[in-house]
Each structure stands twice: as structure tokens, then as C-alpha cells.
């Protein structure tokens, strides 16, 4: 049985590209297979996918463009990626619906919450596009949002590390990792799991928990919903 009855999955775009390609298809049938599963579990899943394989947000040659300009053009990356994965998930079986936060009828549901959770009280798993749908957000404020909206038990953030640590293991060997910390200490310490406007939106309204794990191995999601305690526990 699954730890988790209703879950938001965060990942990177990063997930879904190789070293050369914006995506990978190997990578994304492969992602979309383990979410299926997740799926047989039982569990109701809703997604939201960063554009980090597109469009880097305002970082490197945009840092000179307009923010909201290269923010518009993240969401746009998000919508992207959705619709693919959206596909992958289709082709396993599982019935997937993209709701945006920026109207695009032609290929999107506009965002709604309690359409939403109707498509996953019936089954469906919802990828949600587009980000909060205003630029200055990232995409971890939509997480912490769609979160909330949705009722969720826990948020999945799988992520290129396996968990939270005291400081960035790739430039500091000492660095130790954190196995369960609240969100208030988290933002007292400065942790990046999630930018600090998220944070603060879990913290207010009591999102049960955020699970942070690596998905190097996509099949983790699904050691995570059997009740693996790999990663960091981050709670009210």
C-alpha cells in the first residue's frame, strides 16, 4: 500500500534531456513508466515539470533581457514539457491532463483547482503548466501552490541530489546530509530545497510534508511510496 494517498511531483527539466538533446525519450518513456506505476499504486499524482532543458530562466545570455520577458518564456518551457510527458503517460495507459495557469485552449485545460481534483479523484494524473502563471515566481512557488490547492499529502521533490545537506556536497566535502528538518528551520538556515516564498507558503498552510530524494534512479518514486525513508523529511 502506498505511503501517500495523494502526491505533487516536482521535477526538473534537466529529468528529461540527455548531454546533447533537450529530451531524451529513452529518459521520458522511462520516467513516464515509473509514474504509471506510482499510478497502480493507488496513489492520485499531480506534476509539475520545470523548463531547466529549455530555457534557463533569467540566467547566463537573458540575464540581459526583459525578466518578465525571459520568465514568460520559462512558463512556456513548462508548458512544453508537460505536454510531453503528458504523451509518454498516455502511451503507458494512464490518462493525463495538462491544466495551464496561462489560457492556451488549443492545448491545455486553464488551470482549475477543483477540476483539478476531480481529474484525480476519478484517476487521471494532472500535469500543471505554466508555473503560477506570473513571472517572479519560480517554479517551486507553483509547487507549494498546486500543493496546497490540491490537498496533497506530501510533495515529491526528486531532484539531481539525494536530499537536503548543510551545504552544496559537490563544492563542500564536508557537508552532511540533513535527514528531517522543519520548514522553519530549513528558511532559518538558508537550506535550498525550495526558494524561500515556497517555503513560507508550505509552512502557513501546513503542508504535511516535503520528501527531497535523488532521481538518478527514477525508480526511487516509487521506493518513496512504499515507505523508504531515503532523502530528507521536511515538515511543519
Known sequence: MAAYKRVLLKLSGEALKSDSELFDFDKVRRVA??????????????IVIGAGNIWRGRQGP????????ADQMGMLGTVINCL???DALRQTGVDAVVQSAVDMN??????????ARRHLTAGGVVLFAAGSGNPFFSTDTAVALRAIEMQVDAILMAKNIDGVYTADPHKDPTAVLI???TYA?????????????AFALCAENHVPMVRV?????????????QGNDMGTFVHP
Do not use: W
Open 179 to 181: 535527514k528531517d528538518i
Open 62 to 69: 537573458a540575464a540581459h533581457m526583459d525578466a518578465v520577458t
Open 106 to 115: 488549443r492545448f491545455a485545460e486553464p488551470f482549475n483547482a477543483m477540476q
Open 33 to 46: 513508466s515509473v509514474i504509471a506505476q506510482m499510478h497502480e499504486m493507488g496513489t492520485e499524482i499531480g
Open 185 to 197: 528551520d530549513a528558511l532559518a538556515k538558508g537550506l535550498k530545497v525550495m526558494d524561500a516564498s
Open 213 to 225: 530524494f535523488g532521481l538518478d534512479v527514477p525508480e526511487n518514486l516509487l521506493y518513496v511510496l
Open 84 to 86: 510531453c510527458v503528458a
